[in-house]
């Protein structure tokens, strides 16, 4: 095997991984916008989205350059022999996490809330929200004072929780599986949220093995 195919299976396995991940979340946004975009039918399940289609379709739009450009940013050997991109994909990430982020709680605060959610739901959104565009900050805020690790770990949480969508495929997945029904109510926001504790605390492994 030459050492460009050698260098080539070490890139590729994470950014292929991450982007699997986040596969499902990215098709079923592509489908809500592209059906805001020819007209939909108004259904209570999408009357909010027709209502006000402009914070969904930028939340779309974010989130999905959000985690499909930041899986790319992890091999270590892609960032080192092209530091330029590397420099100019992370512009693009904090602007679109950014607006992720703050269009998910702008989203959580003012649309109406679906039936299958609760109050426990609501205020994990706002937590997780609010600590995905903290750290997208704290990032940007490191990488001036040239701290590298900082910033690294806090591009790395913020990813994380941005790829909350992808592991809660799994996790609300996994109960529709066992139980024949979508989770509700404290279920639902149990399970959403442990979707983002699953890829925080392996983000907070992965820190602490990386810059130990």
């Given at each position: ?17 991450l982007?699997a991940?986040s596969l499902?979340?990215?098709i079923?946004?592509?489908v809500?916008?592209?059906e805001l ?5 108004v259904?209570p ?9 402009v ?5 779309i739009v974010?989130a999905?350059?959000?985690c499909v ?5 992890f091999?270590t050997?892609?960032r080192?022999?092209s530091?330029?991109?590397h420099r100019?994909?992370?512009?693009v990430l ?9 269009s998910?709680?702008?989203m959580t605060?003012?649309?109406p809330?679906p039936?299958?959610?609760g109050v ?17 900050v ?8 040239r701290?590298?690790?900082r910033?690294?770990a ?10 909350g ?5 799994l996790?609300?997945?996994?109960w ?5 029904q979508q989770?509700?109510g404290?279920?639902r ?8 504790v699953?890829?925080?605390a ?6 602490r093995?990386?810059?130990?």
């Amino acid at each position: 095997m030459s050492v460009t195919a050698v260098r080539a299976s070490r890139v590729w396995p994470v950014p292929t991984a991450l982007i699997a991940l986040s596969l499902v979340p990215v098709i079923a946004g592509a489908v809500r916008v592209t059906e805001l975009s020819v007209g939909a039918e108004v259904t209570p399940e999408n009357a909010r989205f027709v209502e006000s289609p402009v914070p969904i379709v930028l939340h779309i739009v974010g989130a999905t350059l959000f985690c499909v450009v930041g899986a790319f940013q992890f091999p270590t050997g892609l960032r080192r022999r092209s530091l330029g991109w590397h420099r100019a994909a992370g512009r693009v990430l904090v602007l679109c996490g950014l607006t992720a982020a703050l269009s998910g709680l702008w989203m959580t605060v003012f649309y109406p809330h679906p039936s299958m959610d609760g109050v426990l739901m609501t205020a994990f959104r706002l937590v997780f929200g609010s600590a995905m565009a903290l750290s997208i900050v704290a990032a940007v805020l490191a990488v001036r004072r040239r701290d590298i690790r900082r910033h690294r770990a806090w591009m790395l949480r913020g990813y994380a929780i941005g790829l909350g969508a992808g592991t809660q495929v799994l996790t609300l997945g996994g109960w529709a599986v066992a139980f024949g029904q979508q989770p509700v109510g404290v279920a639902r926001a149990l399970l959403s949220a442990l979707a983002w504790v699953v890829n925080l605390a392996f983000v907070e492994w992965l820190i602490r093995r990386r810059f130990r």
